[in-house]
Structure formats: structure tokens, C-alpha cells
């Protein structure tokens, strides 16, 4: 399938105007979807098939559909982003591609070609740019994701697949502004182990952490910092984010990859912006000793994580049973964290020269 070949049959109930630029001016997250979806098929004896964009609509699923009984599915996150000079662009997707293909080899799922893979997310932001939002942080957020369709209670990879596309306009994640969270440690849970789907981007992984993410709310944190399933010693991820902690002298450690964390695309991109900033950056194993005691002595001068929807968060506080760790008076972002932030986001919105060749532009 080659790029933009998509057919397109459009909606005929499309959003009015008057009411998708009301949904625009405040989308918030997740919660409205753009008129239509991409879908394409596959089966052994055809492979990758049937490629359309169609209105949004439900799925119809057979009670036995597979992936309601075995969780086989996959997903990824990334953004179109409006320039100032009307265009729009995708970040990196031929990375999200990539990883696409690495989730769906784990879970034992046919693998999407890469051209297909962008051609779908094309088609369909060409066909909805109407639902790109202009001006601010805000941003067409892209949702593609493949399942189990096949109709079939064994267990064994399924014969029937499908992959999909949908779109959601975003509001700024830090709609008053950028400011630090709460992060609470996670004692009891862990997110992945060795030899699991740590590192595959699938549903499994999100809803494993639910539980730990209700114990953080219920302590007054945003988000849950697990550590790995052996040791319960070294930092790995937050529910859905990687860690960056600034040491003292400028240099900047992230969790190794062990194939337990999942390969954020904002993560790498973050890594090659700190090099070519000055820091050295170290992937490492790091103990939670060592960030509690870090962030005590000042070793340890700012925390931040990364991902797709808030791009750069600053931590501000690590909290566990009986006690808290914090980066100054926990309420402040960091200048390390603030310059990321700012680097990355100012190339995405077309504010800054892409040296990186990051940048795709859709139309």
C-alpha cells in the first residue's frame, strides 16, 4: 500500500462548524473525536487489505471476538501539530511506526509496514484537519491501534486483525500553566517484569498499573513511580512515563532500557536535545536510594518526566509510606526541565529550525 492511497468515504453527518470550533476552543483530553476513522485488515491468506477512512462510528464485535478474552492489542499515542503558517505536521512517526511494529511482534500480531502505518494516520488528518486546533499548546491528538477481530474462543494468535486510526483534538495538558506533580512510590505493585510486555506498548501494561495509580490519588499524587519486579531497588517508570533526574553538576541520568520500560519516542528525542545542550547524559540503572538521598543532599537538583501528552513534567515530589522527598519547595520547574520543555516543543510547533529531521509534514 503506498502513501496516501487511502480511499475516503466521508460522513454524511459531519460535526457542523459552529459546533467543532465550540469543542475546539476547550477539547480537554480524549473526550471528542474527529468524523472519521481509518481502518485497514488482515488475514494470512491476504495480509495488510480493505485500507478506507470511513466515518467514526462504533465497532461491531462479536461477544467471542478475541481480544475481549485474550487482551491481544496494541496502541500508540503521537500528535498533529498546526504551524502559524496553516500547515500541519506529525512528530516522528516513522518512530512511532517502529514501535508499532516492535509492540506487535511481542504480542504475537502481524506486523504493519511502515508506509502503511503513516499512510492511514495521513489520510486521516488530511481528511478531519478541520480538527486541528490553532494556537497554544493544543494539538490533534492521533490514537492508532490494532486488535484481535477474529471471532474465536482458542487460544492461539488470531487469524483476523485489524488496525484502526482515530483522532481527538487536545487542549494543553497544563492548561494554568506547567507545573510540578506528586509522585507516589509504588511499594506493593510493579508495572512489568523480564520476559514480559514491559516494553511493548499494549493495554495489559496500563491497566496493571490502575490499581497503584488509585493508592497515589489516594495519597495526594498525580502519578505512581514503579520499581523493577526483581530487586524492588531500581526506578523504572512512571505508570505512563519516563524519568529524567538532573544531577548538581549538569549531567542528566535516565532508567536504562532493560526491556521491562517502554522506548518513549519523547524519551529519545529528549536524550539527543540534552546532548546537544551540553549535558552529559548517562542511561543507567538508578536505586530509589539514590534519588530519595539525592534529592536530599542536592545532589539530585530536578526530576522531570516525558510523553507524548504532557511532553515535559517536572516532579516535584517523591512520596511514600511515612515520608517525602522534594526538589526545593516541590512547587517550582526546574531551569534544567523548563529549557527541555521549551526546545522540544518549539520545534513541534514550527517556532524553531528541525535540525533533527523530526518533523513531517502532512499538508
Not at 500508540?76 to 517502529?98: C, I, V
Not at 498499573?209 to 489516594?218: C, I, P
Request: aromatic share 10%; charged share 20%; proline share 5%.
Amino acid at each position: 500500500m503506498s502513501r496516501s492511497t487511502l480511499p475516503v468515504t466521508r460522513t454524511s453527518t459531519p460535526t457542523d462548524d459552529a459546533r467543532r470550533e465550540q469543542i475546539l476552543t476547550n477539547p480537554g483530553f480524549g473526550v471528542h473525536f474527529s468524523d472519521h476513522m481509518a481502518l485497514v485488515e488482515w488475514t494470512p491468506d491476504e495480509g495488510w487489505h480493505d485500507g478506507r477512512v470511513q466515518a467514526y462510528g462504533p465497532l461491531s464485535l462479536d461477544p467471542a471476538t478475541a481480544v475481549l478474552h485474550y487482551a491481544q492489542e496494541i496502541f500508540e499515542g503521537m500528535k498533529a501539530y498546526g504551524h502559524a503558517d496553516g500547515s500541519t505536521w506529525l512528530f516522528r512517526p516513522d518512530a512511532n511506526a517502529a514501535r508499532f511494529q516492535r509492540s506487535a511482534r511481542r504480542l504475537a500480531l502481524p506486523e504493519l509496514p511502515v508506509e502503511t502505518f503513516i499512510d492511514a494516520i495521513e489520510a486521516l488528518v488530511r481528511t478531519d484537519v478541520g480538527w486541528v486546533p490553532r494556537g497554544g499548546e493544543t494539538s490533534l491528538y492521533v490514537r492508532p491501534f490494532m486488535f484481535a477481530s477474529e471471532v474465536f474462543l482458542g487460544v492461539r494468535p488470531a487469524r483476523h486483525v485489524t488496525f484502526c486510526v482515530i483522532t481527538s483534538p487536545a487542549g494543553a495538558y497544563f492548561s494554568g500553566g506547567v507545573k510540578p506533580v506528586s509522585i507516589w512510590l509504588s511499594q506493593e505493585y510493579t508495572r512489568a517484569a523480564p520476559g514480559g510486555t514491559g516494553a511493548a506498548k499494549c493495554g495489559g501494561n496500563y491497566a496493571a498499573s490502575l490499581l497503584a495509580q488509585q493508592e497515589a490519588a489516594a495519597n495526594g499524587c498525580e502519578q505512581v513511580a514503579f520499581l523493577d519486579a526483581i530487586e524492588h531497588t531500581w526506578v523504572e517508570e512512571l505508570g505512563g512515563m519516563n524519568l529524567y533526574f538532573v544531577h548538581a553538576d549538569g549531567s542528566v541520568v535516565t532508567p536504562e532500557l532493560t526491556g521491562s520500560i517502554l522506548e518513549g519516542v519523547t524519551r529519545d528525542s529528549i536524550l539527543t536535545l540534552l546532548d546537544d545542550r551540553g549535558h552529559k547524559v548517562v542511561e543507567r540503572h538508578l536505586s530509589v536510594d539514590e534519588w530519595r538521598d539525592g534529592v536530599a543532599s542536592g545532589e539530585v537538583t530536578e526530576v522531570f518526566a516525558c510523553g507524548t501528552a504532557a511532553v515535559v513534567t517536572p516532579v516535584g515530589r517523591l512520596a511514600w509510606p511515612g515520608g517525602e522527598a522534594r526538589n526545593g519547595d516541590g512547587d517550582t520547574t526546574g531551569p534544567v526541565t523548563a529549557a527541555t520543555r521549551s526546545a522540544l516543543l518549539d520545534i513541534q510547533y514550527g517556532r524553531a529550525e528541525d535540525r533533527y529531521g523530526w518533523m513531517h509534514r502532512v499538508r
